[in-house]
């Protein structure tokens, strides 16, 4: 897939969690090829979601490129266990503590031979992304305050940020992802869409209606 083309990820997060093989399966039979998993800290994002385990075992019951976002302080500390758990992609954020540097991590996740990401939250400017965009595959554009799903589409405070990271990859020959995640809907993926994005995480409006399917059907449809 080149760096154009639009997917549509649904987000672990809004899953029933009593039934995950499950739900991992409806993702699949949705047509889903790749999956994105939340995790959080409960110190970086007031919420806490699940760790390595859950990407070990959601690992076990797909073939979908699992796309794990951590939402955590020292991401650094914890990379080696998300990458022997079986991520594709490790997206990790500017705003974030680390033991050793932003920079060492993307370094790493690459040495590996993983994919590497790049999360920004909606009050950070663009320009703080601009040092690390030769090394990444992925630019994530919170489109929401993150920890908590179901929150509205912040399009005013993130979306000319992300036609900055559109006309800068552009302008630089560069090859990364553009990622939106919070608020994802039919009536919001157009928007990110027009202003450069590709990947759309969704969790409420992909995993919340009983015909998962259609749910995505019609997102890939509204970002054709």
């Known amino acids: 897939m080149d760096c154009f083309t639009p997917l549509i990820l649904p987000s672990l997060l809004a899953a029933d969690f009593s039934n995950v093989a499950a739900e991992v399966k409806r993702a699949e039979d949705a047509g889903a090829q790749w999956l994105h998993l939340d995790v959080m800290d409960g110190n970086f994002v007031d919420n806490i979601s699940f760790g390595p385990a859950m990407i070990e075992a959601v690992k076990r019951h797909t073939d979908m490129f699992l796309d794990v976002h951590l939402m955590i302080q020292r991401a650094d500390h914890f990379l080696d266990r998300f990458i022997k758990a079986g991520a594709g992609n490790i997206s990790v954020h500017v705003e974030a503590r680390y033991d050793t540097s932003l920079l060492s991590t993307l370094q790493r996740i690459k040495s590996a031979g993983l994919s590497a990401g790049l999360v920004l939250n909606p009050s950070t400017p663009f320009e703080a992304a601009i040092p690390y965009l030769h090394l990444i595959d992925l630019l994530l554009i919170m489109t929401v305050v993150p920890g908590f799903g179901g929150q509205p589409f912040m399009e005013k405070e993130t979306m000319p940020k992300l036609a900055a990271a559109r006309d800068y990859r552009e302008a630089h020959g560069l090859k990364y992802h553009l990622q939106v995640d ?43």
Not at 184 to 206: D, E, K, M, W
């Open 182 to 224: 919070g608020g994802i809907y039919v009536t919001t993926a157009p928007i990110a869409r027009q202003h450069g994005a590709n990947l759309f995480v969704a969790g409420t409006s992909s995993f919340g209606p009983p015909d998962m399917k259609a749910s995505m059907a019609a997102l890939a449809e509204s970002v054709k």
